[in-house]
Each structure stands twice: as C-alpha cells, then as structure tokens.
C-alpha cells in the first residue's frame, strides 16, 4: 500500500493564480482531511470528507474549494492564490470519524509545500 | 473553543536521557488524544493514539498518558537517540456536535538529541 499520495511536492504561484492540490489514498478509507501548516504552527482543517460525494467545512476554508467524486481522491483547489495561502498542505484519511469510530488513527501524506509570490 | 498547547517549544538533550513532553487542551470533552512525529519536509506519523477512557498507551520506548479531567497529556520517550531527533505534535479529537473527525493541533515541540 502507498498510503496517502500527494503531488505536486512544491509549487510557486502568482498572485491570482489558480491550482489543484491532489491527493489519493489506498487503504479504503471513508475519512478525508485537507490540513495547512504555517511556520511554528499547528495544523489547521481547511475541509473534511466523510464519503464520496459529502464535504464540509473545516476552521479556515476560505479560499479554497473541495470535491469528493471517489472514494480514493479529494483534490483541493485553490481559486486566486494570495500570498497567505503560502504554506504545506496536508492531507490525511482515516477509515471512520465520528462517535465511536472516531477512534482510530489519522494518516498523513508528505505534503505539498505552496509558496505565492 | 478547544485549545492545544505543548511546552516546550523546543528542547535539546544528550543521547541516553529520558524526556518528558507537555500537551495540555482546555476542554475535556475529546473523543481522543493522539501524538505525532513530523521529521523536516514529510508528513505526520501516528506514535500513540489514547482513547478517552484511557489513561495510557505504550510502543516501545513510548508513553503517552492521559488525566481527561485535567487536560493534559504527557509523551515519555526513555533513553532518547539520536534518530529521536524530530517535531513532535499533540492533537485532540473534540467530542461535540458538528464535529466529524477533525483534529485540533498543537504547535508542537522541537526535540534535538545530540550524540
């Protein structure tokens, strides 16, 4: 198994810009996750995805954009780039996510690291 | 609002000392508390994930306990190594509705062991 995949590993925009972040995992999980890193920081949800078909908002989702058509991939999109959209994105699957599933682990791509100029 | 916050910030021991990391989050009410390693440029691995109703969970010569009540949590890492070297983050998972997984994040402590 590979896991979680992201790509690309790095990428420099323009201001107003626009890219696709992409991301696939291999291990069946209903769970996905779209995080930011900011230097020094923790990591921030932006969207979550608990099937196909079914996103929703994490704490900082302006900005971006999710879809959700397999159970495999969940690219996020970037509409506008702006120079505080530079940070390394993560995404991350887990096979359940609330109530008494909501036990079990996450698992973590290597990240794309996206700086806007 | 939950909040997550690790001391210290970073921290740098001689190979062979054990080590104690602080996790502390403001409400108790977590599904479950989990902790990670981030090597420089890679993603997140799982050490330990403790459920709520846990009060410790053990791989290796990792230790990670939970006091729910308290808010807080601790990884203990006996006779650190060199390879030990890494950025270590806490995250909870909050027990509210509306919530569907997501995982809040410390910012994380720095952990340098030197040969």
């Known amino acids: 198994n590979a896991g979680v995949t992201q790509t690309p590993k790095f990428r420099i925009l323009k201001i107003g810009q626009s890219m696709t972040l992409q991301c696939t995992q291999d291990m069946n999980h209903n769970y996905m996750y779209w995080y930011r890193q900011d230097p020094g920081m923790g990591l921030k949800l932006i969207y979550y995805?608990?099937?196909?078909?079914?996103?929703d908002k994490g704490e900082v989702p302006n900005g971006y954009n999710v879809s959700r058509s397999t159970t495999e991939d969940f690219p996020l999109r970037l509409e506008l780039a702006a120079p505080s959209q530079t940070s390394v994105y993560f995404c991350?699957?887990?096979?359940?996510?609330?109530?008494?599933?909501?036990?079990?682990?996450?698992?973590f791509g290597p990240g794309t690291r996206l700086t806007v100029l | 609002k939950q909040e997550v916050t690790q001391i210290p910030a970073a921290l740098s021991v001689p190979e062979g000392e054990n080590l104690v990391l602080n996790c502390s989050f403001t409400?108790?009410?977590?599904?479950?508390l989990q902790w990670f390693r981030q090597d420089p440029g890679k993603g997140l691995t799982s050490l330990l994930l403790i459920q709520s109703s846990q009060r410790e969970q053990t791989s290796g010569r990792l230790n990670a306990s939970l006091d729910k009540s308290s808010g807080r949590s601790t990884l203990y890492i006996a006779a650190s190594q060199p390879g030990d070297s890494a950025t270590y983050l806490c995250a909870v998972r909050p027990n509210y509705g509306g919530s569907q997984g997501n995982l809040i994040f410390g910012k994380g402590t720095k952990l340098s062991v030197k040969p």
């Open positions: 409400d108790s009410a977590i599904y479950n």
């Open positions: 995805s608990v099937g196909a078909g079914i996103t």
């Open positions: 991350a699957s887990s096979y359940g996510g609330a109530g008494l599933a909501a036990t079990d682990t996450q698992y």
